[in-house]
């Protein structure tokens, strides 16, 4: 047998696990979107009924907005964090292990204890941050963070991006470990302050980096549905019902599976579509470099 084809030998047990864990479940979720299926009994085609539900109807346009809204709120500031955390990080390596993995540490937790600590952290009566608040003179600032149609979904974006801040500066801080030493020299040779070698040498060299952050954020982000779950969930008044938590909703508290499925199918296209276009600039953006 010639190596080429002992190799594809080598991928079937790959193949095999992405077409039954993966590429079935899609095809299968796309198939009962055009159903009515309910769980139980027998499915009914209903065609793009379905589908023609979701753009007819405003409740659920905007859960994909408050979706898209999320994740830029989340994207854009988990990124930078991590990206200031990194760089201050970069400078002092006496500390940076241990931060590291304080940084890290949120990563490791379950979704379900972080959602109960923050619900915790903004209770209007007992929460830590009202507390804070009354102790420094800010009374009027204190409101019920995640009762509050104005400030819950903000409230949510600042619980994940505590989560996952950790993530977005081990990545940064593998970019920096791949800048070479010389160029980093070179700069401080050439009488470059700190601030001119971060923006004229560091960050154009941190374009992979960004990449990579930004993909794998914005495609986490755009399916979380754990946090709004546990702490709102999807209120007050909408203002945190994301699509993945109107998916759940449909899935297991109406039992419209059909729906749900064509839910499930829009979200997917939504992501790919995202992840594609932004791996397109992105990359467009390294090579001008």
């Known amino acids: 047998m010639g190596s080429s084809k002992r190799i594809y030998l080598f991928t079937l047990p790959a193949i095999f696990v992405i077409g039954c864990f993966f590429v079935y479940p899609i095809l299968l979720s796309a198939r009962l979107s055009f159903t009515d299926f309910s769980g139980v009994g027998l499915a009914e085609w209903v065609g793009w009924k379905n589908y023609d539900r979701f753009f007819s109807r405003t409740r659920y346009l905007y859960s994909v907005w408050i979706t898209i809204k999320f994740t830029l709120v989340v994207v ?11 760089t201050l990080l970069h400078r002092m390596p006496a500390v940076r292990n241990l931060c590291r993995a304080v940084l890290f540490t949120p990563a490791m937790m379950s979704c379900v204890i972080v959602g109960y600590v923050w619900q915790f952290i903004y209770s209007p009566y007992s929460g830590g941050l009202n507390a804070l608040l009354g ?11 995640i009762g509050d149609p104005s400030t819950a979904l903000y409230a949510l974006a600042v619980a994940h991006v505590w989560m996952f801040a950790g993530y977005t500066t081990a990545i940064f801080l593998v970019g920096y470990a791949n800048i070479p030493r010389d160029i980093e020299e070179a700069g401080r040779l050439d ?9 004229h040498l560091e960050l154009p060299l941190l374009a992979p980096s960004f990449t990579v952050n ?3 954020s914005t495609i986490g982000t755009l399916k979380t549905f754990e946090l709004p779950f546990i702490m709102t ?3 007050p008044d909408r203002a945190t019902q994301t699509l993945s938590l109107e998916i759940i909703n449909q899935l297991f508290g109406n ?4 729906f749900a499925s064509a839910l499930s199918i829009i979200m997917l296209i939504i992501v790919i579509a995202v992840a594609v276009l932004q791996n397109t600039w ?6 001008n470099q």
């Open 76 to 86: 854009i500031a988990q990124t930078m964090i991590g990206l200031v955390f990194a």
């Open 135 to 145: 102790m420094i003179g800010l009374e009027e600032w204190q409101r019920g963070w």
């Open 191 to 199: 009488g470059a302050s700190s601030w001119q070698r971060f923006r």
């Open 214 to 216: 930004i993909i794998l």
């Open 233 to 235: 969930r999807g209120g």
């Open 255 to 258: 039992y419209k599976f059909g």
């Open 282 to 287: 992105l990359r467009g953006r390294e090579d």
